[in-house]
């Protein structure tokens, strides 16, 4: 009896091992695009928003070179191994044609090897550390990069609110965190000319939930503004702490404060916080934007978030690229995708750079009444 | 550092310290009577948190209502993973309990992933327990002091029951020996039972406190503080509820105050708990509070 049973066992473990969908594309009738996002995990809405424009993007145009495209979406569960499992299972498994992913630079940058390797382009919606395409031919990004970034909030610091003692608080373990900390640090010192204006730079770890002992040591230093360009999970937290401990400072941060949650978990305390993001509904760029707030507020009845934007122009651009190839050849698309010059995008035009950077405008944002409300655009010069 | 800022501080490791006892204590219990590390402890907790959330958003009951029956719904799954993953293997080497237990923890986390969903949820915070309080000075929010005052009114509840009635002195046999308690007529299984239940009810308070101390709820939320409220345990002496308690102020405290004289350290806050294990089961395994267990030949 007891043999039987583990036999049982042995062939249900291995009927589920290669159940897992072992579809071979059907001649070549599908196109597979593969999309690598944190679906769980901290930075789950971030994925989750991402992937809302891309699946709007392949609702609305579901074909290219008589085909039909198939969006296979693969978890990298907010996890920097995850991230390389989840490139190499698209890569290895799927076969895909080309990949969009993934929100959170650590995790691109975990993929980036493996896709460069299997020579597979991969398009990144949000990824904005330099890192992401720097020495990569394969990855290449919708957004700006955070040296850009960093300047636009350190300008507006040191402009707008006026300060010149700014503390940073960063999440150590982020790669993304940490490098826009450094953009924003270089171009802060430059502007006031004091190698001692970040007053000090206070660590988080991904997860972590108490920043009671990193603000009250922040409080007795006494900033001007607080930079602290982590994910909303963590920095609504950190905000909403710190207005409890009584520190009323102005709070900057990047564009990964965008999501729902922020206003969610930071209710009131967020009030008046300031970030630099990629798109607003408010200022709508080319057609295509009309057409995606449009689309978007159909389907999901809200506004559409910035990286929604973004990841709704990296399957745009993707589907351009295998058009003009004429091919699902991967180095061919790869080609066509570094060749995207002034394709109009929902969050503004494209035009990719040497390294595969799009050269865009930036939005600061605020939030006003608990809701995201649009500053001013900056432009690079 | 000020006066006020050090009250600041000892006020938050004071309450990041009860939390931590509270969960620390189902693992003590469990350990004492089944000589098993429940590693499904942590997700009890956050599935406690979650019951509640659930309870007052979904079918909207007043706070202390919802509260009450997560308690309560809490403590039957925490005899429910017992019966289901735990009593089959009673007879079994402690390993195969061991593994069982991790089974069972992955088996919830992902199950709450799946049923939950992955996206950060935020738990509404009644206003009672909200408001910031000014002392001297200092700006702490409500929840930090009722914090301490539940868990030492849970903790005096626990030891009323464990050192003062029937109950208590049948746990405390069947901790002791199992074979000798059910020849003093002890129904072994249902003590068991019980350890659990109220194991996992700590539990829940502590979820639902943590959930009104850090607003945010995600499905993994389970997995650190389990692993730390472990060495909590472990520290103040395995099977020893008390030295649970004392572990778990201890390494409450010890977090928030080694950050907050060494700021630069703050990116190692996790670290400091692990190290803190492997130096007490370098010194003194049995723990603190632990009885040295010496060879009976």
């Given at each position: ?381 | ?27 003590t219990m469990v350990y004492g009577i089944l000589r098993l ?45 017992e ?7 009673r ?67 626990l030891l009323f029951i464990v050192n003062k009635t029937k109950t208590g002195m049948a746990m405390r046999a069947v901790s002791t020996d199992h074979e000798t308690a059910r020849l003093m007529a002890i129904d072994v299984d249902i003590i068991i039972s019980i350890t659990f239940a109220i194991g ?38 395995i099977g020893n509820i008390k ?48 009885s040295?267990q010496?060879?009976?030949?």
């Amino acid at each position: 009896m007891k043999r039987i049973l583990a036999l049982a066992v042995c062939v249900l473990i291995a009927g589920v091992v290669f159940a897992g969908g072992e579809q071979e594309q059907a001649g070549s009738e599908v196109i597979k695009i593969g999309v690598f996002e944190p679906m769980t995990g901290a930075n789950a809405a971030g994925g989750a928003m991402e992937v809302e424009g891309i699946k709007l993007a392949n609702k609305l145009y579901p074909e290219v070179l008589g085909k039909k495209v198939e969006i296979v979406i693969v978890d990298n569960k907010s996890d920097k191994v995850e991230a390389a499992n989840a490139a190499a299972r698209l890569v290895d498994k799927e076969k895909v044609t080309a990949i969009i992913g993934s929100w959170g630079s650590s995790f691109s940058m975990a993929a980036g090897s493996i896709v460069k390797e299997a020579k597979v382009p991969t398009v990144g919606a949000s990824c904005t550390n330099p890192l992401v395409t720097l020495g990569n031919e394969y990855y290449f990004r919708v957004c700006f990069i955070d040296p850009f970034q960093g300047a636009v909030m350190a300008n507006y610091a040191y402009k707008e609110v006026g300060a010149r003692k700014v503390a940073i608080v960063q999440e150590i373990s982020n790669d993304y965190s940490v490098g826009l900390a450094k953009f924003f640090t270089d171009e802060f010192k430059r502007l006031t000319g004091d190698d001692k204006a970040i007053v000090a730079v206070s660590n988080y770890n991904t997860g972590d939930m108490d920043f009671t002992a990193q603000i009250t040591n922040l409080k007795s230093l006494k900033p001007d503004a607080i930079f602290a360009p982590g994910n909303y999970t963590e920095s609504a937290l950190l905000i909403k702490q710190a207005r409890e401990l009584g520190m009323d400072v102005p709070f900057l941060g990047g564009d990964t404060w965008e999501a729902p949650e922020f206003l969610d978990v930071g209710k009131a305390a967020v009030e008046g916080a300031v970030f630099s993001t990629f798109f607003t509904t408010e200022v709508p760029i080319t057609e295509t934007s009309k057409l995606f707030i449009d689309e978007y507020r159909k389907e999901y009845g809200k506004e559409p978030a910035a990286v929604t934007a973004l990841g709704f122009d990296a399957y745009l651009v993707i589907l351009d690229a295998i058009e003009r190839a004429g091919t699902t050849d991967t180095v061919a698309v790869r080609d066509a995708i570094a060749a995207t010059k002034g394709y109009p995008g929902a969050a503004g035009i494209i035009s990719l750079n040497e390294t595969g950077d799009a050269v865009k405008n930036a939005v600061i944002k605020t939030v006003k009444d608990q809701q995201f409300s649009f500053v001013t655009t900056i432009v690079p010069e | 550092m000020s006066v006020q800022l050090f009250f600041q501080h000892l006020a938050n490791g004071l309450s990041l310290g009860s939390l931590y006892a509270l969960i620390a204590i189902g693992y003590t219990m469990v350990y004492g009577i089944l000589r098993l590390i429940n590693f499904a402890h942590g997700e009890i907790f956050m599935i406690g948190v979650y019951i509640a959330f659930y309870l007052v958003t979904l079918f909207v009951l007043p706070w202390f209502a919802a509260f009450v029956v997560a308690l309560g719904i809490t403590c039957i799954l925490g005899m429910g993973v017992e019966r289901i993953a735990y009593r089959p293997l009673r007879d079994h080497p402690r390993i195969s309990v061991m593994i069982s237990a991790i089974g069972a923890s992955f088996f919830i986390q992902n199950l709450a992933i799946v049923v939950f969903g992955g996206r950060p949820k935020t738990f509404p915070v009644p206003p009672v327990f909200g408001k910031i309080i000014t002392i001297g000075g200092v700006n702490i929010v409500s929840i930090t002091f009722i914090i301490p005052i539940i868990t030492f009114i849970a903790l005096a509840i626990l030891l009323f029951i464990v050192n003062k009635t029937k109950t208590g002195m049948a746990m405390r046999a069947v901790s002791t020996d199992h074979e000798t308690a059910r020849l003093m007529a002890i129904d072994v299984d249902i003590i068991i039972s019980i350890t659990f239940a109220i194991g996992s009810g700590l539990a829940a308070i502590g979820g639902i406190m943590w959930g009104l101390k850090y607003p945010q709820l995600l499905p993994i939320m389970g997995l650190i503080p389990g692993l730390k409220c472990f060495i909590a345990a472990v520290v103040g002496g395995i099977g020893n509820i008390k030295g649970a308690v004392l572990g778990g102020f201890l390494l409450g405290l010890m977090e928030i105050m080694i950050i907050a004289f060494l700021p630069s350290l703050s990116g190692y806050r996790d670290a400091f708990a692990f190290i803190l294990l492997i130096v007490i089961l370098l010194v003194r395994p049995s723990g603190i509070l632990g009885s040295v267990q010496g060879e009976k030949v």
